[in-house]
């Protein structure tokens, strides 16, 4: 079984795939720590290594053509897998990959509200980075895909993580997962 999760910075998709691979022992590809890493190759800040993302398309093109490789050695290997990343929901389905969608998601107060409580950043800086994190992903992306994130419609299960724990959102997705597996 493929999971792909998806979801804005804050919303909660990358503590939810973790607790979920860890929880039910399914293999994590995550593309949030496949940046990180490139944008400290780089030696850059996530927002300043987006902007050059976004004159270098290939970046983004090869972290995601990575993702998918790890995604089908894991398939032919047969083990289950939770994929975290913002585009991999659109990108499995375009390859062929059968996976239950996945989108976690939350008002943008609440998310900067989180960013700024896990980095120890001030909320006005962390609404100001958070802000130009989403325009140069959605225009990267829009460039590149053709694919708005902002568009809900391709995902099979939606949760608003806004006044949820993490255990809580789990939960529906462990609902999902049973009723999806069978």
């Not at 993302?53 to 983004?60: C, N, Q, S, T």
Request: hydrophobic share 40%; with cysteine.
């Amino acid at each position: 079984m493929i999971v792909a999760v998806s979801g804005p910075p804050g919303s909660g998709k990358t503590t939810v795939a973790e607790r979920i691979a860890k929880t039910h022992r399914y293999e994590l590809v995550s593309v949030g720590a496949l940046f990180r890493e490139r944008a400290d190759d780089f030696s850059m800040s996530l927002e300043k290594f987006g902007r050059y993302a976004e004159e270098h398309p290939v970046i983004d093109k090869e972290l995601d053509a990575n993702a998918l490789r790890r995604v089908e050695a894991l398939m032919k290997e047969g083990k289950d897998v939770v994929v975290d990343g913002r585009l991999q929901p659109w990108l499995l389905k375009k390859n062929g990959i059968p996976c239950l969608t996945v989108l976690i998601d939350a008002p943008f107060g609440v998310r900067a509200e989180r960013i700024a409580g896990r980095e120890g950043k001030s909320l006005e800086q962390a609404k100001k980075e958070l802000r130009e994190r989403e325009r140069s992903e959605r225009t990267r992306y829009l460039k590149i895909y053709g694919i708005d994130v902002r568009d809900a419609s391709a995902f099979d299960l939606v949760v608003d993580s806004s006044d949820k724990s993490p255990e809580a959102v789990m939960a529906i997705l462990e609902e999902r997962v049973a009723k999806w597996a069978s």
